[in-house]
């Protein structure tokens, strides 16, 4: 009896060996699915963030785009306004032309005048004009010479005045239209500095514009090839998950056959002790049948504290809030008992520690941390084996 049961225990210890090294293997790649899986997670978030910075781009791209069309309209209407300034201009030039002509006809008269008096004064002073006009009146010969001299006298008195006054009037006539002429020059030349610092202030802010939306549409195209080269990135690891979940599948169903060889092992050795051995034998048999994992092909949706209400807290009584890494994932306790520990494909390892009153028959509920990633799980059909 003795020797038998050395020979179960030096069995024991190789089974023991083979398991530990199996399950080194399969912790080793579950460990790999881990680091993938939150690899993953970042460049999901890496991509939504990088998709928001496009979208305030588009916005801003849109905003400089109105206002770049705003300018445009600007400058059409600006357009019209240096039409109408130059109508304005052409106006003004002739105004000054014209007063240019008038101030050149003045002269000639003010000149034609100034040679008359200079002619009345050059004949008087050849006539000996020390002779007053008392002496031509009183040096008549008779009454009717004396009103004749006393009339032409006062003629050419009031010719000489009159003269005098329009020479004069017309001088101040000159003087005031050269005056308004300036006048209208410097405003002509204003006018038109004004113009053209406004067209050119305009075109600045065009260029400003233009140059900025380059800018933005070049920042554009850097995030979309960002975000396409993280989507790369994503695929290759789904592609690199995959493989991994096989060969954590393959590490499973090789410890399992392993676990047979050595039932079998067991149990032909077992053959040979006494019947308690062969009944230890049963019993542990027994047991290790129980502990076999059961795979279920499941519908598999997702929730977060949120949407199931908001207080975090399982109907096993893990606080999500407090443990918001914790994978959890709601069952049907008919279908799969709560706290057991189960493995979701997509998902990973998670624990069996909630109910949902839509969640029936063969379906789960897997909690995640953000409406973002409930989106992204979607509706699937996945296998979860309970372990």
Known sequence: MTKKLTVITFATTIVTGILLFSNYSY???????????EQRENIRDDITEAEAQVNKVLSEIEELNANVEQVNQQLNEYQDLIEETEQNITKTVKEIEQLQGEIEELEESIEKRYGILKERIASYQKSGG??????????????????????????????????????????????????????????LNALRNDQEETLVRMEEEKAQNDQRVEVLNTKRQELVVLIEDLQKEDNNLATL??????????A??????????????????????????????????????KDDEKTI???ATAYTIESAGGSGVTATGIDLK??????????????????KVVYVEGYGYAIAGDIGSAIKGNKIDVYVKTEAEAASWGVRTVKVTIQ
């Open 322 to 339: 407090k443990n918001p890494d914790t994978k959890v994932i709601a069952v049907d306790p008919k279908v799969i008992p709560l706290g």
């Open 252 to 289: 499973r169903r090789e410890q399992e056959a392993k676990k047979a060889a050595e039932r079998d092992k067991k149990a032909k050795e077992a053959a040979v002790t006494a019947t308690e051995v062969e009944k230890q034998s049963d019993s542990e048999e027994d047991n290790q049948n």
């Open 241 to 250: 998950e995959t493989k991994v979940k096989e060969n954590i599948a393959a």
């Open 27 to 37: 912790a080793e790649s579950t460990d790999d699915l881990n680091d993938i899986q």
């Open 130 to 187: 020390s002779i007053s006009y008392l002496e031509v009146i009183f040096s008549a010969t008779s009454f009717s010479d004396f009103i004749s001299r006393i009339t032409t006298v006062n003629k050419i008195a009031e010719s000489d005045t009159s003269l005098m006054e329009q020479l004069e009037s017309d001088m101040k006539k000159v003087a005031a239209n050269q005056k308004l002429s300036l006048e209208k020059l410097e405003d």
């Open 297 to 299: 092909t499941m519908t």
